[in-house]
C-alpha cells in the first residue's frame, strides 16, 4: 500500500505570519503565531504535489484524512522539560572536550579551558550545552569508555554548578549512568541507541529526555559511499521505526528531539535535500535539532578548508532552518549566530 508524507511548506515569519494566521490564510506552525505556513506538500516514494490548505477538503477522503492527522502534530504546540520554544530558535553549544573532534579537537581539554568556553557559551546565549568526550567526525576511532569518562567528569561537575541545561552527547551506556548524578538534563546518542545495546533500558529506568538521531554506519565508517532509496523518505521511516520501539519499551514520556543527522553517513546532495525539505520531519510530532555548525557540506560548496572559516556559512544555513520552523540549532560559534538571529527577527518585525 502507497505511504503518503506530509510536508508543511512556504512559510511565513514574524509579523506577515500573525497577520495571515489572524485572516486565517495560513496555520501557525507547533502553536508559534510567528511561523505559519499555508501550503503542504504530499509525498510519496513516486510522487509530490503541492495543496494550498484551503484545498485540503476537496481531496480524496483516505489522503484528507491523512494530511488531517498529520497536521495535528504539525501544529499542536511542542512542550519540554525545562524549554521554552516561544522564542525560537535554541541554540545548544558545543564543548567538545576530546583531542580529535574535527573542528576544535585538544583546544577544551583542560579544566580551565573548558571552564573559559563554558563561560563564554553562557555570556554569548547558549540555551543548552551539549558536552561530549568521545569524536564522532568522520573515521574517528572508538574510545574507551574509562578515557571518556576521565575527560568530562570534571567538567560536568562546572556544568552542575552553573546550573545550566546541559546535553550529554554520548553513545554509551555506562557514561549515561554516571552521568545523570550530575544532572544532566538530555541524552543525545548519535548512534541512533544502535550502538551499545543496553543505552534504551537507561532512558526507561531514568525516563530520560533524549535526542533521536540518526546515522548511517559508524562515524570510521558513515562516510565510505552513504547510500539511500530516497534520504528524506528513509529517514521519516527511521524515525517512525526508532519511535515505535521505543514506546514498546515502555519510554512513554514525549520528551524526545529528532536530528536526522547532518553529516552523519550523508554526501553534499544528502545533506541538502534535508536541510531544504526540513519541515518534513514537523508531522513526526517532536522538536527538530540541527547540527549545521561548520560542516563538511558549507566546504564542499564553498570550497573552504579551514572549519573555523566556514560561519558564514553556518549562518545562512541556521537562517534557512529557522525559516522551516526548527526549534535547536547545535552550533560552535554561538556569539555569531546569536547575533545574526537578532537582526534577522528584528527585520522581520520592522
Given at each position: 500500500m502507497e505511504k503518503y508524507y506530509t510536508r508543511a511548506c512556504n512559510f511565513y515569519y514574524g509579523s506577515i505570519s500573525?497577520?495571515?494566521?489572524?485572516k486565517k490564510l495560513s496555520l501557525p506552525l507547533n502553536g508559534n503565531n510567528l511561523i505559519s505556513f499555508d501550503c503542504i506538500e504530499l509525498i510519496t516514494r513516486k510522487s509530490k504535489k503541492l495543496f494550498h490548505i484551503k484545498k485540503i477538503n476537496?481531496?480524496?477522503?483516505?489522503?484528507?484524512?491523512?494530511?488531517?492527522?498529520?497536521?495535528?502534530?504539525?501544529?499542536?504546540?511542542?512542550?519540554?522539560?525545562?524549554?521554552?520554544?516561544?522564542?525560537?530558535?535554541?541554540?545548544?553549544?558545543?564543548?567538545?572536550?576530546?583531542?580529535?573532534?574535527?573542528?576544535?579537537?585538544?583546544?577544551?581539554?583542560s579544566e580551565k579551558s573548558a571552564h573559559k568556553r563554558i563561560n563564554k557559551l553562557i555570556n554569548d546565549g547558549a540555551n543548552i550545552i551539549d558536552i561530549g568526550g568521545e569524536s564522532t567526525r568522520p573515521q574517528a576511532q572508538?574510545?574507551?569508555?574509562?578515557?571518556?569518562?576521565?575527560r568530562i567528569k570534571s567538567k560536568l561537575s562546572i556544568l552542575r554548578k552553573k546550573k545550566c541545561f546541559v546535553s550529554l552527547d554520548t553513545r554509551k551506556s555506562s557514561i549515561m549512568e554516571k552521568s545523570l548524578s550530575y544532572s544532566i538534563n538530555l541524552i543525545n546518542d548519535v548512534s541512533g541507541f544502535d550502538y551499545d545495546s543496553?543505552?534504551?533500558?537507561?532512558?526507561?529506568?531514568?525516563?530520560?529526555?533524549?535526542?533521536?538521531?540518526?546515522?548511517?554506519?559508524?562515524?570510521?565508517?558513515?562516510?565510505?559511499?552513504?547510500?539511500?532509496?530516497?534520504?528524506?523518505?528513509?529517514?521519516?521511516?527511521?524515525?517512525?521505526e526508532k519511535l515505535n520501539l521505543i514506546r514498546s519499551k515502555k519510554i512513554k514520556h514525549n520528551n524526545i528531539i529528532l536530528d536526522p543527522g547532518i553529516g552523519f553517513g550523508k554526501n553534499l546532495k544528502h545533506n541538502i535535500t534535508l536541510i531544504s525539505q526540513i519541515s518534513i520531519f514537523h508531522s513526526l510530532g517532536f522538536p527538530l535539532l540541527l547540527g549545521l555548525s561548520r560542516k563538511r557540506f558549507i566546504k564542499d560548496l564553498s570550497g573552504n578548508n579551514d572549519s573555523k572559516e566556514r560561519i558564514g556559512g553556518t549562518i545562512s544555513s541556521c537562517l534557512y532552518s529557522v525559516l522551516q520552523g526548527v526549534q535547536?540549532?547545535?552550533?560552535?560559534?554561538?556569539?555569531?549566530?546569536?547575533?545574526?538571529?537578532?537582526?534577522?527577527?528584528?527585520?522581520?518585525?520592522?
Open positions: 500573525k497577520e495571515k494566521i489572524k476537496s481531496l480524496p477522503k483516505k489522503i484528507k484524512n491523512k494530511i488531517i492527522l498529520d497536521l495535528k502534530n504539525i501544529t499542536k504546540k511542542k512542550f519540554f522539560l525545562n524549554l521554552n520554544f516561544n522564542n525560537l530558535p535554541l541554540l545548544m553549544g558545543v564543548l567538545n572536550v576530546t583531542p580529535d573532534s574535527f573542528s576544535d579537537g585538544g583546544e577544551f581539554l572508538e574510545v574507551r569508555d574509562i578515557d571518556e569518562w576521565n543496553k543505552t534504551i533500558n537507561v532512558l526507561k529506568k531514568h525516563n530520560t529526555p533524549f535526542v533521536l538521531h540518526h546515522m548511517q554506519g559508524t562515524p570510521k565508517t558513515m562516510q565510505q559511499k552513504p547510500t539511500y532509496k530516497n534520504v528524506l523518505l528513509d529517514i521519516y521511516d527511521f524515525f517512525e535547536i540549532l547545535r552550533v560552535h560559534d554561538i556569539n555569531e549566530i546569536n547575533q545574526a538571529l537578532k537582526i534577522f527577527k528584528k527585520l522581520q518585525f520592522n
